[in-house]
């Protein structure tokens, strides 16, 4: 009897090591996930064409609210250098993220999204009020 349960064991432990293996070869490891920029997107970071470097939108950028309470995505601005220019992050925007341009002091525009930018920034999606800095 002792044999048989020598044997059980044996291929026991024999089926649990080859199992651990399999796994510890499929599962990327952790840092692994750069895009084509190298930034990894596990760690939080995304390309930013306006600083030309991997960035963390929530450290780098200015954080909008949603001003509708159903929408729980915020929205993320990066402002060029120079303040002509923002790179917008809006979850489900086509393309994202998008580049803004200044029209005039304080005001940038993109297809149907308009930033006023004063003392709170208001971001307007085809006319409305869409977000809003905190």
Same mark, same amino acid.
């Given at each position: 009897?002792?044999?048989?349960?020598?044997?059980?064991?044996?291929?026991?432990?024999?089926?649990?090591?080859?199992?651990?293996?399999? =796994?510890? *070869?499929? !599962?990327?490891?952790?840092?692994? /996930?750069?895009? $084509?920029? %190298?930034?990894? %997107?596990?760690? %939080?970071?995304?390309?930013? !064409?306006?600083? &030309?470097?991997?960035?963390? =939108?929530? $450290?780098?950028?200015?954080?909008?609210?949603?001003? /509708?309470? #159903?929408?729980?995505?915020? !929205?993320?601005?990066?402002? #060029?250098?120079?303040?002509? *220019?923002?790179?917008? @992050?809006?979850? %489900? #925007?086509?393309? @994202?993220?998008?580049?803004?341009?200044?029209?005039?002091?304080?005001? @940038?525009?993109?297809?149907? @999204?308009?930033?006023?930018?004063?003392?709170?920034?208001?971001?307007?999606? &085809? &006319?409305?009020?869409?977000?809003?800095?905190?």
């Amino acid at each position: 009897m002792t044999r048989l349960s020598d044997k059980i064991l044996s291929v026991t432990i024999t089926i649990c090591i080859t199992a651990s293996v399999t =796994l510890a *070869q499929q !599962a990327p490891m952790p840092g692994s /996930d750069r895009d $084509e920029h %190298g930034c990894i %997107g596990s760690a %939080g970071y995304t390309w930013s !064409a306006m600083k &030309n470097k991997c960035v963390r =939108l929530w $450290e780098a950028g200015v954080k909008l609210q949603p001003i /509708d309470k #159903s929408n729980t995505s915020a !929205a993320y601005l990066i402002f #060029s250098a120079d303040r002509k *220019q923002i790179e917008a @992050y809006v979850i %489900g #925007s086509k393309p @994202y993220p998008f580049i803004m341009t200044q029209i005039k002091k304080g005001t @940038y525009i993109y297809g149907m @999204y308009r930033l006023v930018s004063t003392k709170n920034n208001l971001l307007y999606k &085809n &006319n409305k009020v869409a977000y809003k800095s905190e």
